[in-house]
């Protein structure tokens, strides 16, 4: 099966398809478990039963509905080849979603705004599915090399992280301040519907630029054949593809670290304002400190990654960051920090953060670059390029996961009899005995899932050999890419 050559990428171009990922960045900060369970529970006043069961149900349709734009994505025949299409398509319902999800009226009844809620979250999930899985599986295409894909994929990392960290400040800093002017703060429900705006306006923007900088290689992407298929034949191409040795051991090691990152995440607001008694601005500004983590961990990932291997390299990575992730709240549990309110616990909160954030950065770089490792192992064994059904695939759990943490980091929420919406004085007292028992139920749970997510992780097969092998098989020399680390002293130049 001979593949068209792809033309060398420049360096502006990399940088405008990383720019892609702010727009997943900004729609999962607008949406982030942590953001929409404290605001639906501390601000509108819903159980976190209710709302653990809404997240669930949104993450559980995406994950249904993402393997069929994965699939059409790879089949598609058009003028604007298979990808594009459903990349400028996604731009409008998204923003929409966004800003009417954060503009619930006022007066509705339970379940009314719950079913409202509900429907705004699927269309935000869907709608940046329909954007994500046919921008992310042209990586593979415009990055064939083995390497030169990890270079690739840390622009898109680098933005990604980026532009949801900015987000996440700016929310904190500017809408969520509180002060004189602001008494209210993380309370004020008007402040989170002027932060829609910011949201979609950056999330459209992002789509727009990304698709439209890549437009150009449209006439160089390999292009679907024309072939008649039945249902049967259609079912049985999707399952070769799950059945890919390498492919499930990601989508395993997904599952188990979706539920543990939807754990964490529905509690990470309760733990900043109550755990750690910060404001929405200290703890902003906390992860503004962080920042230099994005710089080192896009540029370790290429290196790591070529020095040992990608799957040493991830192993090791993130072995670390779950360690360090863990740290300061397990010597506060110990009474070896000091107590709130201390100026030593935003220096040691930030010091965790970055450390453990520049850790997973290199790590998730190096596993998106070992998923588009299968795409070809995959062509190989079924004579067909499903990029979009390979990514899709590999989110399914991972996607679906977090739902499922979601539940249970509102279960626990339940079970510490965290209060709902209060008034006055009592917005910002929670008694410290439930955040200790909040704590206890988190701290374990969510280490053992890694853990074993990162168990799973060891039985990926391939490597570079197996790579080229599979390169070769396809008919196809890889071109030369410049990798990363060779455009940085541009980039700085460019600064």
């Known amino acids: 099966m001979s593949e068209p050559a792809t033309p060398r990428l420049g360096v502006a171009t990399k940088i405008s398809y990383g720019l892609g990922s702010i727009a997943q960045a900004t729609a999962g900060v607008a949406i982030a478990q942590s953001l929409i369970t404290f605001y639906l529970v501390r601000v509108i006043g819903m159980h976190p039963g209710v709302v653990g069961v809404l997240v669930l149900v949104s993450l559980a349709i995406d994950a249904v509905f ?3 734009i994965g699939r059409v994505s790879d089949t598609l025949r058009s003028p604007w080849g298979r990808r594009h299409p ?15 999800f954060w503009r619930a009226p006022h007066g509705l009844s339970d379940t009314a705004l719950a079913a409202y809620s509900l429907g705004l979250l699927v269309v935000v999930r869907l709608s940046t599915s329909l954007y994500q899985i046919p921008s992310d599986a042209l990586t593979p295409e415009l990055a064939p090399d083995y390497h030169d894909r990890t270079g690739l994929l840390s622009y898109r ?13 700016i929310l904190g800093v500017v809408y969520l301040r509180k002060d004189a002017s602001h008494p209210l703060g993380q309370y004020d429900r008007a402040a989170y519907a002027n932060f829609g705006l910011l949201a979609a306006a950056v999330t459209f923007a992002a789509i727009l630029i990304s698709s439209a900088a890549t437009h150009r290689y449209i006439k160089t992407l390999w292009r679907a054949p024309t072939r008649r298929q039945t249902f049967a034949e259609a079912l049985r191409e999707i399952a070769a593809t799950f059945a890919n040795p390498s492919l499930l051991v990601v989508m395993g090691a997904g599952l188990l670290s979706g539920i543990s990152t939807g754990i964490s995440s529905t509690l990470q607001l ?24 994005f710089f080192i961990g896009v540029v370790m990932a290429p290196f790591l990654s070529r020095a040992l291997g990608k799957k040493r390299s991830m192993i090791a990575l993130f072995t670390f960051a779950i360690v360090s992730g863990v740290v300061a709240p397990t010597l506060r549990l110990l009474g070896l920090l000091p107590p709130n309110g201390s100026p030593w ?8 953060t970055l450390f453990s954030t520049t850790l997973s950065i290199a790590g998730f770089i190096i596993v998106g670059s070992m998923i588009a490792d299968v795409t070809e192992d995959n062509a190989v064994k079924t004579g067909m390029r499903s990029e979009g059904l390979l990514f899709a695939a590999s989110n399914l759990l991972p996607k679906f996961a ?9 279960m626990i929420l339940e079970a510490v009899h965290f209060p709902a919406a209060a008034q006055g004085a009592m917005l910002d007292h929670v008694d410290p005995a439930i955040m200790h028992n909040l704590v206890l139920l988190w701290l374990p749970s969510s280490m053992g899932l890694n853990l074993l997510a990162l168990s799973m992780l060891f039985f990926y097969r391939l490597d570079r050999g197996s790579h080229e092998a599979n390169l070769e098989a396809l008919g196809r020399a890889p071109p030369m890419i410049e990798p990363l680390v060779d455009a940085i002293p541009e980039l700085i130049a460019k600064r």
């Open 157 to 169: 990392y680098f933005f990604a992280f980026l532009g949801g960290t900015a987000l996440s400040v």
């Open 66 to 68: 993402d393997p069929v």
């Open 345 to 352: 616990i935003p220096p040691i909160l930030v010091a965790e």
């Open 402 to 410: 977090p739902g499922i943490g979601g539940l249970i980091g509102a």
């Open 86 to 100: 459903f990349m400028y398509a996604s731009a409008v319902p998204i923003a929409l979603a966004i800003v009417f």
């Open 270 to 293: 309760f733990m900043s304002y109550y755990f750690w008694g910060l404001t929405p601005q200290v703890g902003s500004l906390i992860g503004l400190a962080a920042a230099p983590s």
